[in-house]
């Protein structure tokens, strides 16, 4: 099979990258890294320490949420050359709730194909280990700053089936847990997903009102992905931690 980067036309691969472990990379990953032209990537510094570890050395260049528009024009003049881009965040899938979507459209609506290349993702890793429905998954990503918005985005899924998941902050973790215990009930169960793939991985599940209540009592570090069952049952939880 000829490389999927060897093509006149210039292409752009939205490519997952690992959260944590390394070794979540997948092969077609590893591959595309290395034969693309170019790299975009949220923190140059960081994809420079994973493409040193696959012993790659592509060029990097910066496109994160505060330069991702003014790089447009120069992206599309590099696809209009013929070249061969990548797109990574700092961990993850580029687009969900990382920088990517602006620059996605803009490809798209130039006539330039973009091509996934799937790999690690927090909500996926979260909803899958939480033990909670995901026959239904509402995704809101990080929720609003001010709290009256926070409050009626979560009233808006109060009701549905399946399972809420949010990104949360460790400066907000409190914060977000008390207007879910408001908007939602205390006794929703919950799975706390904290430095999923990472050496202190962590899964805290509960309800909300006992997730909050511990959750007062530690200081919150690392990266957190929240997972909320809302199908309204009540039924046991426990915390388990890894």
């Known amino acids: ?80 050359k013929g070249e061969q881009l990548a797109l990574v965040s700092d961990a993850g899938t580029p687009g969900i709730s990382d920088p ?14 973009v091509i996934p290349v799937p790999g690690p993702s927090a909500l996926v890793a979260a909803a899958s280990a939480a033990g909670l429905p995901t026959d239904q998954l509402h995704f809101l990503g990080f929720l609003p700053m001010k709290k009256g918005r926070r409050r009626s985005t979560l009233l808006q899924v109060a009701g549905a089936g399946g399972s809420l998941v949010l990104y949360v902050s460790p400066h907000r973790l409190q914060s977000d847990l008390e207007i879910l215990c408001e908007s939602l009930g205390e006794e929703r169960p919950a799975c706390l997903c904290r430095e999923l793939t990472k050496v202190h991985e962590e899964f805290d599940r509960g309800t909300l009102g006992a997730l909050r209540d511990r959750w007062q009592q530690r200081r919150p570090r690392g990266e957190f992905t929240l997972v909320v069952e809302l199908e309204g049952r009540k039924r046991s939880t426990s915390r388990e931690t890894t």
Do not use: C, Y
Request: proline residues 6%.
């Open 1 to 80: 099979m000829p490389p999927e980067t060897a093509s006149a036309a210039g292409k752009l691969f939205v490519v997952g990258t690992p959260l944590g472990n390394l070794e979540d990379i997948t092969l077609r990953a590893v591959r595309i890294l290395g034969e693309v032209d170019r790299i975009l990537a949220e923190d140059t510094r960081r994809t420079g320490r994973l493409l040193m570890h696959l012993g790659h050395s592509a060029p990097t260049i910066s496109l994160h949420e505060h330069n991702e528009r003014g790089r447009i024009p120069q992206v599309l003049g590099w696809l209009q």
């Open 100 to 113: 990517g979507f602006p620059l996605i459209r803009a490809v798209i609506d130039a006539g330039f194909e």
